[in-house]
């Protein structure tokens, strides 16, 4: 079975593939093509700037290069992926995310794509099985699984989480996952890359309010997971899954409770315990777990 390294390498255009085939992959978590500039690593807690060799020494990407990558990235099929790239990213082989950096193109007020691409952004997606499992024991309480909220500022595992607290609970369970930025299931080509359990649906580039009641009518998930909640659609959405039954877990950006604005703070009033998230050892953690009710 290919590594990270490998499947991340066969999708990348020349001379990226002989520039990073030496370079480790432990511990890194983006690699950034910038025009003009130098590949860079990043790695938790360093950076690291690449050449021809793979030394620190400056080698700049230019816009063939960059053009060159987008393509070996779209499968050479640009227009296959304009649904993603307007939302400024597509979604590769193994569920890594590619983020992209360039000119804005509109039509009719609404942006419906990026041109001149000006970067990339590589953010490697990775499978910690078994992360959640000592959580399973403050998820469950009498009458079933509580409903979740993880909340963290970004880049703290959130969604490392998350998708093993689906794979974990889908053995129980009948899950649906609105996956509005493909990151917790990391779809590509129709496909779940990540193991989310025997139980469990995915309601792939859902916006996500809608995707939730779309769940709600059609899939009769006991347990709705999903990533990032914000606006007041998504508390319209969760009312209406509370008032059905279903369970919901969930992830919000923030450091700490006190710190959320009056809207998430609305939203709490729907989640039964908090699980504020940190990183330890260079490594997604669970730093604190609140019960609110």
Do not use: W
């Not at 020494?57 to 640009?78: F, K, P, Q, W, Y």
């Not at 041109?115 to 000592?134: F, M, T, V």
């Amino acid at each position: 079975m290919q590594n990270t390294k490998e499947i991340i390498i066969r999708q990348l255009s020349e001379p990226y593939r002989t520039l990073l085939s030496p370079v480790s992959f432990d511990g890194l978590e983006e690699i950034r093509f910038r025009i003009g500039q130098p590949v860079t690593l990043y790695y938790y807690n360093r950076t690291v700037f690449l050449n021809e060799s793979g030394h620190t020494n400056i080698r700049s990407t230019g816009r063939n290069d960059l053009e060159a990558l987008s393509a070996c990235l779209c499968n050479h099929s640009v227009y296959a992926y304009l649904n993603e790239i307007k939302d400024g990213f597509i979604t590769i082989r193994g569920g890594h995310r590619v983020g992209l950096a360039g000119k804005c193109v509109e039509k009719n007020g609404r942006i419906t794509g990026i041109s001149s691409i000006s970067g990339i952004n590589l953010r490697i997606a990775r499978e910690y099985k078994n992360c959640a499992k000592d959580l399973l024991p403050h998820l469950h309480r009498i009458g079933g699984i509580q409903n979740t909220l993880l909340l963290s500022p970004p880049q703290c595992g959130k969604t490392t989480y998350l998708r093993d607290i689906a794979r974990l609970l889908s053995a129980d369970y009948k899950i649906t996952v609105v996956d509005e930025r493909s990151e917790i299931a990391g779809t590509y080509d129709g496909i779940p890359q990540f193991d989310l359990g025997p139980q469990t649906d995915v309601l792939d580039r859902f916006p996500k309010a809608e995707g939730m009641l779309l769940a709600l009518r059609s899939l009769s998930p006991q347990i709705l997971i999903t990533d990032e909640l914000g606006d007041d659609r998504d508390i319209e959405a969760i009312k209406k899954l509370y008032g059905a039954g279903c369970r919901i877990i969930a992830t919000m950006h923030g450091d700490s409770l006190t710190d959320l604005s009056q809207a998430k703070k609305d939203m709490l009033s729907y989640f039964n315990l908090i699980l504020l998230m940190g990183r330890q050892n260079n490594k997604p953690a669970v730093s604190a777990i609140k019960q609110l009710r």
